[in-house]
């Protein structure tokens, strides 16, 4: 055996101890999710369709409208910041998904929306 694997070895083994066992690590137990803050649980009581309802295309697309005017505001004060205005650009893009697929599924749904959020196409 050469000095360079004797030097290999040792750097294996000690790597090897390094490294916690199995029994040894701790698995940390899913935390349940925030509630809502008070501006978006107020949007979403507006927009639901029935009661307990965050997930109908009227609710997403109202947040995402209200998230769409917080990253105007900011890129306003800052021009440069070009990752803010990236994400500006997919959230009004999955908006408009939104909207699309609003306006195939119930057309009185997507005039309702558009005129409550003011928006236009």
Avoid: C
């Avoid at 199995?22 to 927009?47: D, M, N, R, V």
């Avoid at 893009?93 to 306006?103: D, Q």
Wanted: charged share 35%; hydrophobic share 30%.
């Amino acid at each position: 055996m050469t000095a360079r694997t004797k030097q290999i070895k040792k750097k294996a083994v000690k790597a090897e101890a390094k490294k916690p066992k199995t029994s040894q690590i701790k698995i940390k137990k899913p935390e349940e999710a925030a509630p809502p803050s008070a501006e978006k649980q107020e949007i979403i009581t507006q927009f639901q369709v029935k009661a307990g309802d965050t997930g109908s295309p009227e609710v997403q697309i109202a947040l995402l409208t209200k998230r769409i005017e917080k990253l105007v505001s900011h890129l306003k004060g800052n021009p440069t910041d070009n990752h803010s205005r990236r994400g500006l650009l997919g959230i009004v893009s999955k908006r408009r998904r939104l909207l699309n697929y609003l306006e195939k599924r119930d057309q009185q749904r997507y005039v309702q929306v558009t005129e409550k959020l003011s928006l236009s196409k």
